[in-house]
Structure formats: C-alpha cells, structure tokens
C-alpha cells in the first residue's frame, strides 16, 4: 500500500488545472483553503487506470477535512416542496381520507401552499429535492450525472449510489420553508476495491454533506440539522460484447403478491409500487437528476447493461422513510380549516436511517416496501425496511432509528390539529 502524499505528476496536475477552471465557472463557492491532504492508499494490486484515478481525486480534494469542498447557500421555497410531495403523495400517501392528499395537492392549490406556509418544517429526507446540481448541460458526464466528484481519467464513469447515513440533529435549528439554508460538502474518502469473482476494480467515494439554517445577516452559519454521509460506486464502462451478453440475461419479473416470507407478518402490510418512466421522469426533474440510466432505455441498456432504466436509490429511501413515517411518526395528512398539512411532530421523532442499496429497481417491474423479518425491535425504536423485488431478492434495506416525541411537541400539535 502506497500513501499519496506526494504530488501527482505535471502532465496529471496540468490536467486538474483546466477541470479546476471548468468549474470555477459553476454557479457554485468552492473552498480555496487547503492545509494538508487526507491519505488514500492504492493496493499494490490496482491497475494502472485505477492508480491514476486516485492519485488525480487525491490531487484535486486532498485539502483540510476541516474545510468543505464545496458550499452553496438556497432559499427553501414552497413549490419545490409543493411538487416534491404531490409526486410522493400517490406512492406513499399520508392522508387519513384515502385519496385526500393527492386530489389536494393536484386540485387546490391555494390549500397545497396554505399547508406549505412559510417556516413550515422539512419532512427528513426533504432537503434531498433542494441543492440540486447548478451544472450546465455541456458540463455533465456522457451518461448526464453530476461528474463534481468522479475520480479522473474518465475510465471509472459507471456512477451508482451506494449507501450512507443520515442523522438528524434535535438540538439544532430545523430547515423551514421560506428560510435561506445552506449546504457544505466535505469528501472524506476514496477507496478502490474489488468486484466479487475478481470481475473487476470499482471506486468507492465518500462524501459528507452538512445542512443548517442560514441567517440573514452575514454572519457564521447555524449549527446543521442533517449530516448526510453518501457513497458513490464508480466502475469501469462494460465493453460493448459485456452489454450484450448482459442483456441478454436479464428476466423480465412480474407478480401480483408479495414475495412469500420477505416480510414481518406482525407489521403493517407491504405495499406494491410499479415506476414507470414518467414517475422516474418526474423525481429526476425534482431532483435536477440528468443521469441517463433514469432517463433513458437505450442508454441504460446498450451502454450501462440494465435491462431497461433505472429506478433512483434516493427515490426509494425517500418512500421507505416515508412508509416508516406513516405507520410510526404519524405523519398524517390532514385537511384543516385555510389549508392541509401534514403534522409529523405528534409521533415518534425520526433520528437516523441507515441505508444500503444492495440491487438495482428497474419501471415496469414490481416491487413491494414493508418491513423486514429482521430488525424489528419496537421498545428500542429500531424498525427496519425493506424495498423487495417480485423474485424475492432486497433491492435496498433501511434501519430507522426513533425517539419517543416530547410531551410539547405532542400537545402543539393536538392544537394545531384541532
């Protein structure tokens, strides 16, 4: 194992200079301060594509972990909070009247936005609609994802979302709508692995995002709400003959029951969701997604090796959280007197969610959300969730921690319900 602390070679850092300038024109605050680099160590085994992509992450994000990489600053406004749950409305509904919440929010939209006033708070997983990536078109990778943090060389381009941690901090001023809030990035790994069956080299890269209120004044930033830690697998492009044969292996999966034995039979039922393209359409757009394996079927097939496009991992935490949230958070929707909100205060307070995504989710196939055999432990607040494919198989799995709600809390929203 070699640690890179040395410089990476001319011809590399000349490289590095113009992607520097490239992005230097984002509308994005990039930190310029850089004390000393974080180590990243290349197996003896690594390829020389692989060396090079590390020495060349290494040169470009090897500052001060004290010191984010990068910083944007967004106004939290109502209708991207309006548009976010009107899309989730109809695959994880909060209402107490079945039907409610969607016909609200497609058809009254003066209640939608009464419901969504200013210094209304954020649901977790909510910020993920906001801070999206402010990168021109011409500037995306071929595939059309955000390229800020894929290692160099333009070898390991295959982009998944991995896994990570959210945590919500209690003790800190919440994101509200209306309010200015910011983002700061921080990478704080970059570690090359292998594939099972030595089928090949794959990238892992962590990145830490811290999210907190803003004040008006130029003054430091609050304390932050959310810590986000996420993982990106970068791999190698399938060569051509590789996408064939691929293809070619992939089953089509249909079912009208949940797979038997995959969920808790004490907790409530599964539910069976279907993505089409124009739900995967609606959610990249909410999330300014371009990535093309969500987009588009020739790409994700002839080129990525999906059989057909890909159902987003955020999207999918987003519904776990979501059916958690119904069933133990009370985040009910409720139709109130000058508007409709829904009030997650009086159940229990989510804490973290852990989360792996383990297979990928393809529109038109099947697939069910509940709760795991597994991982239940009620008194503790412990609930784990799982997205399950119609051949049994876990596409993503998520543990929930909770907190009992404070008496205040319940007892305002007694109040602001009645």
């Known amino acids: 194992m070699a640690s890179l602390r040395t410089k990476a070679s ?25 004390r ?49 749950r009107l899309t989730l409305s109809e695959m994880v509904p909060l209402d107490q009247e079945a039907g409610a919440e969607p016909k609200v929010f497609a058809h009254s939209p003066e209640r939608q936005y009464a419901g969504l006033s200013n210094r209304t708070r954020l649901l977790p997983t909510e910020h993920l609609a906001y801070f999206t990536p402010r990168v021109a078109s011409w500037n995306l990778g ?3 994802s955000d390229t800020s943090f894929n290692p160099p060389g333009g070898v390991f381009t295959r982009r998944m979302w991995a896994g990570g941690e959210m945590r919500f901090q209690a003790d800190a001023p919440q994101l509200l709508l209306g309010e200015r809030a910011y983002e700061h990035t921080f990478v704080e790994d970059a570690q090359l692995k292998q594939l099972g069956g030595g089928r090949g080299e794959m990238i892992v890269v962590w990145v830490r995002k811290e999210f907190g209120r803003r004040t008006k004044q130029e003054e430091a930033p609050l304390p932050p709400s959310i810590i986000d830690r996420r993982s990106w697998v970068f791999q190698r492009a399938l060569p051509p003959s590789a996408e064939q044969q691929q293809q070619q292996n992939q089953e089509q999966e249909q079912g009208l029951q949940a797979p038997s034995g995959a969920f808790h039979p004490d907790m409530p039922a599964p539910v ?11 959610y990249s757009a909410l999330t300014f997604n371009a990535h093309a394996i969500h987009l588009s079927p020739t790409w994700a097939r002839d080129v990525e090796g999906h059989r057909d496009i890909v159902v987003h991992g955020p ?47 393809y529109a038109g196939e099947p697939y069910w959300l509940g709760y795991a055999r597994e991982g239940q ?42």
């Open 315 to 361: 999207l999918t935490l987003s519904l776990l959280v979501r059916t958690w949230g119904r069933d133990h958070g009370r985040w009910f929707f409720l139709r109130k007197r000058g508007g409709s909100a829904i009030e997650p205060s009086s159940g229990r307070r989510l804490v973290s969610v852990a989360y792996r995504a383990k297979r990928p989710l």
């Open 377 to 418: 432990d009620e008194a503790a607040g412990k609930h784990t969730l799982v997205a399950v494919k119609a051949d049994g198989q876990v596409a993503m799995e998520a543990t929930v921690l909770s907190a009992a709600p404070s008496a205040a809390a319940a007892a305002t929203t007694e109040e602001n319900s009645a």
């Open 272 to 282: 069976r969701l279907v993505q089409t393209p124009a739900s995967l359409f609606r």
């Open 36 to 84: 000393r680099a974080f180590q990243v160590e290349v197996p003896g085994w690594a390829s020389p594509e692989a060396r090079t992509a590390l020495e060349g992450f290494a040169a470009r994000f090897g500052t001060d972990p004290s010191q984010p990489a990068m910083v944007e600053t967004q106004h939290l406004d109502q209708h991207q909070a309006a548009l976010l």
């Open 142 to 144: 071929a595939d059309g």
């Open 10 to 34: 001319q011809t590399l850092a000349s490289a590095l200079r113009g992607q520097a300038v490239t992005a230097a024109r984002r509308r994005r605050t990039m930190s310029t301060t850089a």
